[in-house]
């Protein structure tokens, strides 16, 4: 039992899970998910109105435990949480707390899984992930998506007599309470442990000699491959940096970085990324500019996927940083795919922040954004401050050509006859 509101740390989350490492059938499911908070369970749930997303036996016998947590609690009352550092890592503790035959998929058809039930067995699930920025609609398809996967995969296991426990968590959390009885600086706390933990990892650096050529960060890389395979490359890019950057090349007009990863996913034995950039100078600015021209995606060696860029350039002694960049009409930047094969990924990254030229103090420079200064909420309110001003003008130019009598009635004398001409 915990208290309301204690953040289980690291030490106190293995702990929890010492019974996961010692008892006879050692076989642990991870569902992994970009973004998860307890408030999903009940924000997203019949109780708002919404259709509920979690059908599958675990996570409903869970939501509606919290749900009766909830009821019989006599005030608002603020439930414990594991400290995101925790989750962070929290497969690296794994692998260190047992000889498990690590198995990471993200094709859910786990029926042709391997699973050698006299040795421990650690079955990594990549869920998709959920929509950032856009409606909330969308979360909600994602996370019902995510339980769908969650109750085929258990099944599957349960129908084959294998026994196992099962880890369902996140990277980080998705939302930061903002009720109005916690207290203010609770809450600047919580922000500020939200903004920390989302620079917890360094950014990807290639170097030249003693010197960094290129620098690249983003809080979520993601790819989708024929609309099915979800492969996420956050944790391999920055966290275990378990990728090869070597075939990358640096120069003053011409910039590659190179990501290469061996079996991402099953199904795939290699998978490169390039990220091509040039830097030259234009007449019509005066100065040099840095641009992102296209990626190029491929996988084993024969298949190749090229985007075309759009939107990402910077001037060249700056940053590029964009929220979201990938495949979608919606981003602010857009991967647009230049040839057919192109058309079988999906690409998702988050806060993406890159620079391959003029590197100082191996840090980013100051950032050029890839939101443009004419937001949709400045157009709006100058359209209506040009209304109103037009309003407030033309009532003016009314008030100006009212004209007052020169002649006026005499009481005392006979009536004023004004003729029609005048």
């Not at 890019?237 to 990358?248: G, K």
Request: with cysteine; hydrophobic share 40%; charged share 20%.
């Amino acid at each position: 039992a915990r208290h309301e509101g204690h953040v289980v740390s690291a030490r106190e989350l293995k702990e929890f899970l010492q019974p996961l490492f010692t008892q006879n059938s050692r076989n642990l499911v991870l569902f992994l998910q970009d973004r998860l908070s307890i408030d999903d369970f009940t924000y997203f749930s019949e109780s708002y109105g919404n259709k509920n997303p979690f059908q599958n036996q675990i996570n409903k016998l869970f939501v509606n435990l919290l749900q009766e947590i909830l009821q019989s609690s006599p005030s608002s009352l603020v439930l414990p949480a594991v400290d995101c550092k925790a989750t962070k890592y929290l497969l690296s503790v794994l692998q260190e707390s047992g000889d498990w035959k690590l198995t990471n998929t993200t094709n859910l058809n786990v029926s042709q899984l391997e699973v050698n039930a006299s040795s421990p067995n650690l079955l990594v699930v990549q869920l998709q992930p959920l929509a950032s920025g856009l409606k909330e609609i969308s979360t909600l398809e994602a996370i019902a998506e995510n339980d769908k996967i969650i109750g085929r995969v258990t099944m599957d296991l349960q129908e084959r007599g294998i026994h196992f426990s099962v880890i369902y968590t996140a990277v980080r959390p998705s939302r930061i309470s903002k009720r109005t009885d916690v207290m203010t600086e609770l809450r600047r706390q919580l922000m500020a442990a939200e903004e920390e933990d989302s620079l917890s990892y360094p950014p990807l650096n290639v170097t030249t000699g003693n010197s960094t050529c290129i620098l690249f960060y983003a809080s979520n890389f993601s790819l989708k491959a024929n609309g099915s395979v979800l492969i996420d490359l956050t944790n391999a890019t920055f966290v275990t940096q378990n990728v090869d950057i070597s075939a990358s090349e640096c120069s003053d007009s011409n910039t590659t970085l190179s990501l290469k990863y061996t079996k991402p996913v099953n199904g795939i034995s290699s998978l490169e990324i390039r990220f091509l950039m040039t830097n030259k100078f234009y007449e019509g600015s005066a100065r040099r500019w840095s641009t992102l021209d296209s990626v190029e995606i491929v996988q084993d060696g024969e298949k190749f996927a090229k985007f075309n860029v759009s939107a990402i350039s910077a001037p060249a002694e700056y940053s590029f940083h964009c929220q979201l960049v990938g495949t979608s009409n919606l981003y602010p930047a857009r991967l647009v795919p230049s040839n057919d094969e192109a058309k079988n990924w999906d690409v998702f990254i988050s806060e993406l922040q890159i620079q391959g030229f003029n590197i100082v103090n191996n840090q980013f420079s100051y950032a050029s954004d890839c939101t443009g200064f004419f937001t949709p909420a400045i157009w709006m309110g100058l359209v209506t401050s040009i209304i109103l001003l037009w309003i407030l003008t033309y009532g003016i130019h009314m008030i100006m050509q009212l004209t007052t009598n020169n002649r006026f009635d005499d009481p005392k004398g006979p009536a004023l006859s004004v003729p029609q001409t005048e």
